[in-house]
């Protein structure tokens, strides 16, 4: 059940050897995380406490599926590096970009606001 990662000598894609079981375990990992998360759901636990338990969860799901089923975790250190950087960029710069959306509803700032929906 190793998997190990063939080049082409011509500087083409990678190809993946290996069995069908690794990615089967990840999967049965990533269904398992799934449940937690429904578990953590029901449970009686304060607003925060459930989303950093959720939060968690979903990191390590999203960690997993990234590594083996987008085979990122066989990639270069630097590229992995590099990728992370500028997700995190993207998602920071949509967090900063939400303020936008009331502005398209409500009108430009100091102006008269607009009542009901735009149309």
């Known amino acids: 059940m190793h998997m190990t990662i063939e080049t082409r000598e011509n500087g083409g894609a990678a190809e993946y050897t290996g069995g069908l079981g ?3 375990v990840v999967y049965g990992c990533i269904l398992v995380l799934a449940a937690l998360q429904f578990v953590v759901a029901y449970s009686h636990v304060a607003g925060f406490q459930m ?12 960690g997993l599926a990234i590594m083996f089923f987008m085979h ?12 992370a950087v500028v997700v995190i960029f993207v998602l920071l ?5 939400w303020t936008d959306s009331y ?3 409500l009108g430009a700032p100091n102006s008269q ?3 009901g929906s735009v149309q």
């Open 103 to 105: 502005r398209m509803e």
């Open 22 to 24: 690794r990615f089967l």
């Open 51 to 62: 989303f950093a338990r959720m939060l968690a969860i979903g990191i390590a799901e999203a």
């Open 113 to 115: 606001y607009k009542t």
């Open 93 to 97: 710069a949509l967090q900063y970009s």
């Open 72 to 83: 990122v975790g066989s990639e270069r250190r630097n590229f992995v590096t590099w990728l």
